[in-house]
């Protein structure tokens, strides 16, 4: 969900309230595309990205992964950033990570979690 757009957001929502994918995501998740959003438009209020971070988490049951940090150190992708992002997934059991960050998370490594990519088009 890193810097997810609002449309694709609230689709992968929508998604979810249908019983269509289990969307997961991290507290640091949403801190990484709150300081992102806020970067590239300072215009927006840093108290409105807080409400929607608050909506999001109130609008998916289990949303939240937890327990996936001590994850973080053993893992290798391009980024060290996007260490947590893929510490989640494994953590959560998830199938698929949607990114438009492909660079940053090879399928041969995702492989090895059983983990794919899919980038929204």
Known sequence: MSCT???LR???VRLA??????ARWTEAIHDE??????ANNSSLS???LERTRI???DAVRD???TGYESLIQSLTLPDPGDRHVLAAAIRAEAQVIV???LKDFPARVLAGYSIETDAPR
């Not at 309230?17 to 289990?22: D, E, F, N, P, Y």
């Not at 595309?33 to 806020?38: G, K, Q």
Request: glycine share 4%; with cysteine; aromatic share 10%.
């Open 63 to 65: 949303c939240l992964v």
């Open 46 to 48: 840093p108290n409105r």
């Open 99 to 101: 990114t438009f960050n």
């Open 10 to 12: 609230d689709l992968l």
């Open 33 to 38: 595309w709150i300081r992102n959003v806020l």
């Open 5 to 7: 757009p609002a449309p």
């Open 17 to 22: 309230h249908a019983g269509l994918v289990w």
């Open 55 to 57: 909506l999001l988490n």
